[in-house]
C-alpha cells in the first residue's frame, strides 16, 4: 500500500496491519491499547506498540514518549452509576509540548484522515502533557 504520491497536507495513510490491530482491539477486545506512530519512510502510521487486556492505565501513559508525539486507542472499562459495566474506546492525540515542531505538524495534519479510517471511536483528547489525560479526565468524558 504506497501513498507516495500524496501530499503531507492530507495526512499519512493507514498501515493495513494498523488498522486489523485497531479492530481486534475493538471487536475482540485483543488489546487494551495500541499505540500508533508516524514512518515518514514509508509514509504511513503503523502500530508502535500493544498493550496486554490485563495492562493498566498507568502501563499505557507510561508507554508514550515523553518528548515526541503519537497517536493512541484505549479501551476503558468502567462500571456506571447504574452498576452496568461498560466499555469506551478513546482516541488520544499525544503531543508533549517538548516535542520538536515538525513532529507536531506531521501528527496534526495526519490526525483527522486516520480518525475517519477508525470507526467505532467513542471520545477523543488532544494532550500535550499528561495531565490533561489523567485517569480522573478519562473517567469524567466516560460517564
Not at 30 to 50: C, G, L, M, P
Not at 65 to 85: G, I, M
Request: proline share 3%.
Amino acid at each position: 500500500m504506497s501513498f507516495s504520491g500524496e501530499n503531507v497536507s492530507s495526512g499519512m495513510g493507514l498501515a493495513e496491519n494498523s488498522k486489523s490491530t485497531y479492530l481486534e482491539l475493538q471487536m475482540k477486545r485483543a488489546f487494551r491499547y495500541v499505540i500508533f506512530k508516524i514512518d515518514e519512510k514509508k509514509k504511513e502510521v503503523v502500530v508502535e506498540k500493544t498493550g496486554d487486556p490485563s495492562e493498566s492505565y498507568d502501563d499505557f501513559t507510561a508507554s508514550l514518549p515523553e518528548a515526541d508525539c503519537r497517536y493512541a486507542v484505549y479501551d476503558f472499562d468502567f462500571v456506571t452509576s447504574e452498576n452496568c459495566q461498560k466499555s469506551k474506546i478513546f482516541f488520544i492525540a499525544w503531543s508533549p509540548s517538548v516535542s520538536r515542531i515538525r513532529s507536531k505538524m506531521l501528527y496534526a495534519t495526519s490526525k483527522a484522515r486516520l480518525r475517519r479510517e477508525l470507526e467505532g471511536i467513542h471520545y477523543e483528547i488532544q494532550a500535550t502533557d499528561p495531565t490533561e489525560m489523567d485517569l480522573e479526565v478519562i473517567r469524567e468524558r466516560a460517564r
